[in-house]
């Protein structure tokens, strides 16, 4: 069974930074993009990037241009999420999934991760 596995969260103080991780097992990673969302308590889960299977990044969400890059490596069927200057309001729990192309909304997508927690605090 296909699974995705995100993990590198963590607590941080504002302008830090974290580097999440989400590997894919069981299937290989190169036909498909992986998209990173995130959802904080009693908001909507929100698009926040994606990279296609090709490897070119597609999407970033305006709230965190320049200070999150996404990438991926096939040979270790991983997707990357490295976030830096982190701000406080960006405490959520981070989730990818995986879909055949680029998509920043998540009804589309079946296949998701179990999250991980990112909560920027001082």
């Known amino acids: 069974q296909l699974q995705l596995v995100e993990s590198g969260g963590g607590l941080v103080q504002p302008g830090e930074s974290l580097r999440l991780s989400c590997a894919v097992s069981?299937?290989?990673?190169?036909?498909?993009?992986i998209t990173w969302f995130r959802q904080a308590p009693g908001k909507e889960r929100e698009g926040i990037s994606c990279?296609?299977?090709?490897?070119?990044?597609?999407y970033y969400a305006d709230s965190v241009k320049g200070r999150f890059t996404i990438s991926r490596n096939n040979v270790e069927n991983t997707v990357y999420l490295q976030m830096n200057s982190l701000k406080a309001e960006e405490t959520a729990v981070y989730y990818c999934?995986?879909?055949?192309?680029?998509?920043?909304?998540?009804?589309?997508?079946?296949?998701w991760g179990q999250g991980t927690q990112v909560t920027v605090s001082t």
């Open positions: 069981r299937f290989a990673l190169d036909a498909w993009a």
């Open positions: 999934a995986l879909l055949a192309r680029c998509s920043r909304y998540p009804n589309e997508y079946d296949l």
């Open positions: 990279i296609s299977s090709s490897g070119r990044p597609t």
